[in-house]
């Protein structure tokens, strides 16, 4: 599993994941009670303020102490709740928030002449904002509001006083409303909530397939790389790092039935799984021109690639082009042709640097490419490195928005040389992730360096050394 998807996965929840909707539910209500008995710690005490304008001065003593004990609890419930886990305690930490505010509440009624007195009013409050606050099922809530109904029943009988019936009526009209309100909410909300739970196991198994066709995609695209690099006459490494698992980056080893050999290397516009297909078509028109013509120039290989790739863009309705170019290589000629990144050439006989340019057009933009390419014809000589490579390298990016550059590259090219292909890539691809700030792009680069022709020297046989080498931009 790609660290990509490690990444995602953390940001699922694990009853998503486990597609446990008690699991999630219950979490909900365990985070949910932070804010219910944060609220109760700040506003029972603000209530207080009230008590002290509206209230008889003798019950302000009694009703200071009722509050403190209610916001101390509150309180120790927030601490607690804060510092355990969501488990099946979190609804009995729902109750006890609730009925011991609404105890509280009963007994202020007590003191304040049980049925006849307003002060019930602040019950309603209890049933219909705890409730709300909770996403939990309508039952809870039913519950929770008979017990509230059934303390202020209790509370103002066991201390009877007289009142007036059609008081206790009306409170209790107003109470049981208030209930009912409150389950029916509640339960229409836990409907939503089984429906959101629903969708988001559903969203997450569409997005696990999905990563399964990607990862199948990777497989397939990182497969049609060349599996053996060592080709007659040359020493050649390669790296390929795409920004997403399917790459539009592309390069090619080959050495056809003839004995002719080739390298190739391209770019598509973009990346991503579109970008991947098509670097998987090219990949394909380029064995089959092999197959068919194993000895064929760059130019026509390029020429027959950009046909199939126009007629296949064509048919999916896309603006997507690819740079690209094709090298054949000799005993001490290399035959160029395509459009793609500078070609830097380190020649050993100098200690120098040379960065030819390539020509040509892009792949997939016109029908025929005949008329359109210059090709080009570069001297070998052994010991001299070639690099190829794509724009990802040098269009990275810092954290300041400065871009990598080809002239650092080159430089790192310069200095790492000598440390034969396999090493030299490593290095090129370690300082340009240490340099980009995220990984926006494709990055591949291909290195080869001439040997004897009867033999391809190993790299444990080149000479490890750092020296300065003078620049020079053909």
Known sequence: ????????????????????????????????????TLLAFCLVPLFFLLDMIMLPAALIPQFAVYRSVSTALALGQYLIIRNTKASHFSYL??????????????????????FNHGYYAGLMLVIIGVSLLLPWRGKHTAINAAVIVAMYLGFNFRWSQSFDPALLANNLFFLVSAGIIAVAINELRYRLIANEFSLLVKLKQARDSLWGEMELAKDIQMSLLPKQLCIPGYDIAASMAPALEVGGDYYEVVETSSGARYVAI???????LSAG?????????????????????????????????????????????MTMSILKLGADTIDVAGHHQDIIVYRAATRSVEVIPTSGTWLGIIDSLKG??????????????????????????????????????????????THGPTLL??????????????QNDDMTLLILC?????????????????????????
């Open 266 to 272: 391209g770019d598509v516009a973009g990346h991503g």
């Open 450 to 474: 001439k040997t004897d022709e009867d033999s391809s020297l190993t790299e444990n046989s080149n000479q490890v050394f750092e020296s300065d080498y003078q620049l020079e931009k053909a």
């Open 1 to 36: 599993m790609s660290l990509k998807r490690r990444k995602d996965d953390t940001e699922v929840s694990e009853a998503v994941v486990r597609n446990d909707f008690d699991l999630y539910q219950t979490d909900l209500v365990h985070k949910w009670l932070r804010t219910v």
């Open 93 to 114: 930490h729902g109750y006890f928030a609730s009925l011991q505010v609404g105890a509280v509440i009963a007994m202020m009624t007590v003191a304040l002449g049980g």
């Open 372 to 417: 359109l390419q210059t090709p080009l014809r570069i001297s070998i000589n052994k010991d001299d490195i070639i690099l190829l490579f794509t724009d990802g390298l040098t269009e990275a990016t810092n954290t300041q928005g400065e871009m990598f550059g080809q002239d650092q590259l080159e430089h790192l090219f310069a200095r790492y040389v």
């Open 425 to 438: 890539a490593e290095r090129i691809q370690t300082h340009v992730h240490a340099y980009q700030n995220d």
């Open 277 to 321: 297909l098509i670097m998987m078509m090219v990949q394909t028109s380029l064995q089959t021109v092999l197959k068919t013509d194993p000895d064929c120039s760059p130019e026509h290989a390029l020429e027959t690639i950009n046909g199939a790739l126009r007629e296949n863009v064509s048919r999916m309705d896309s603006d997507h082009y």
